[in-house]
């Protein structure tokens, strides 16, 4: 596709696929509107945890187009400090979900770094759930200051290939770009210290403002890239009652019951959507097939 002609501006979510035809090097575009506003529309996130959650969704918009098979790419950033955890869930069928835990009783500066925030030992993991066949997971300690540095200090690491990764988050929406030296093919230093140091003029505010048509127009139109067309992404979440139960039945009726019997009902509320599934006495009767309330309160008696 002509790079003039084809990326539809109208796109609020879409991830797009460029390669440049004179040196092996490809890339990647990804802007998130409707997306990001759904995620931090169902939770209050302080500033900083805000953002460092929009670029790591970014990235995992970006890697999960790597996906061969249908399958779910997980991104987890962990730390032991007041940022607990960062995550990204981002599947083959173009869909997206993001959440972040924390000490919601510390005090959190805006502009406090990521790094301060998670705290030592701090890890990232990249978890690949196919649909078919064995889950595949990588763990490594974290180097960097900012998601992307950390995501291009993991692909260093883990796949050998020259890569820049530019991410941001806004109010609005994430955006990021990417861009890789393609494997077993060589390219010069000075090809790729050219589209990386033109990746590095993108500011901010370009990553979260502009479409694909327009970013590449800006940074390659000296030697621009052919360009795919857009993939749609969406806002999904995998959570439901029927998932719910199964977690319940792990538990065993006598924890669940003992629930039911100290606060009359339990309550499920889902990390990513904030879906919120409540389970009475009725409920959970009905999904162990006996009464597991009844007997917590017999042992509880003869305990007594």
Known sequence: MNMNTGVAASLSDSRVRFIFDDMPVRGLHIRLEKVWQHIVGRKHYPLAIRRALGELLAAGALLSSNLKNEGTLIVQ???????????????????????????????????ESLVDLLGKNSVFVMTLQPKEGEPWQGVVPLEGSSIAQMLMHYMKRSEQLDTHITLAASDEAVGGLLLQRLPEEDVDAEAWNYVETLAQTVSYEELTTLDAQHMLYRLFHETPPRVF?????????????????????????????????????LEIDCDFCNEKYVFD???VNALFGMDVVEAVREEALKIQ
């Not at 955890?85 to 502009?111: F, H, K, N, P, Y």
């Not at 067309?229 to 669940?256: H, I, W, Y």
């Open 77 to 111: 950033v962990q730390g032991q400090g007041r940022l607990k955890m960062l995550v990204v869930e981002a599947t083959s069928e173009q869909t997206c979900r993001a959440t972040a835990r924390w000490d919601e009783q510390a005090q959190i500066g805006d502009d």
């Open 229 to 265: 067309e857009p993939e749609n992404m969406e806002f999904a979440c995998t959570c439901s009652r029927g998932k719910v139960s199964d977690m319940l039945l792990m538990l065993g009726g006598q924890e669940v019951g003992q629930v039911i019997v100290e606060q009359g009902s």
């Open 281 to 283: 006495e009725t409920d």
